[in-house]
């Protein structure tokens, strides 16, 4: 059975995302899946409980830009532009910027760039908090299912093979965010 935190745990469930493991957390709309971006291992298990091609990548949630910068090659990113998509956060905006080399090549999948949102849903950010930075965010589904959106679809998708669960509310969004390049403005995903 997967360990439930609650809000008052949360600095457990954030040391239990240091120790490797992957946990469900509420985000703006949906139930995601998330681990430490730096660990292969922990990654390798988000795709293999959703059953997703490794090429496809994945976002970052961050609790403020400080947590996400370092992955933004900044060199390639206009001040005015950076400007802009910093004015949109916290908030329910995901930005596909070109990527530096701090992005670890599995959580870009077969993408030139890495998409990042610094949320203003409470226990997202809370969780990035404790955690200490910038955390895996990819809903929390099989490949093809729509997304969990309550603790009983997510206990029917995964069962006992996730390691843990923040429970918490999730936002008020009905779908999860736009994902939009940041450069361009084209959205990729509404």
């Given at each position: 059975m997967p360990r439930r935190y609650i809000l008052a745990e949360i600095d457990a469930a954030a040391a239990s995302l240091r120790s490797g493991d992957v946990l469900a957390y509420p985000t703006e709309a949906v139930f995601g899946l998330g681990c430490d971006p730096h660990n292969r291992q922990a990654f390798d298990r988000i795709f293999a409980l959703k059953q997703r091609p490794p090429t496809q990548g994945v976002l970052l949630i961050a609790a403020d830009f400080t947590q996400i910068e370092r992955y933004v090659d900044t060199a390639k990113v206009p001040a005015d532009v950076l400007a802009q998509v910093r004015a949109s956060w916290p908030g329910p905006f995901t930005w596909v910027f070109p990527r530096s080399a701090e992005v670890p090549d599995w959580v870009a999948g077969a993408h030139p760039g890495i998409a990042l949102r610094v949320t203003a849903h409470a226990p997202a950010a809370d969780l990035c908090r404790a955690f200490g930075g910038a955390l895996v965010s990819t809903s929390a589904n099989p490949h093809g299912q729509p997304p969990a959106r309550d603790l009983a679809t997510?206990?029917?998708?995964?069962?006992?093979?996730?390691?843990?669960?923040?429970?918490?509310?999730?936002?008020?969004?009905?779908?999860?965010?736009?994902?939009r390049d940041a450069l361009t403005g084209v959205i990729i995903r509404t």
């Open positions: 997510l206990s029917s998708y995964f069962g006992d093979t996730l390691d843990g669960m923040l429970d918490a509310p999730l936002g008020g969004a009905s779908q999860p965010t736009t994902i």
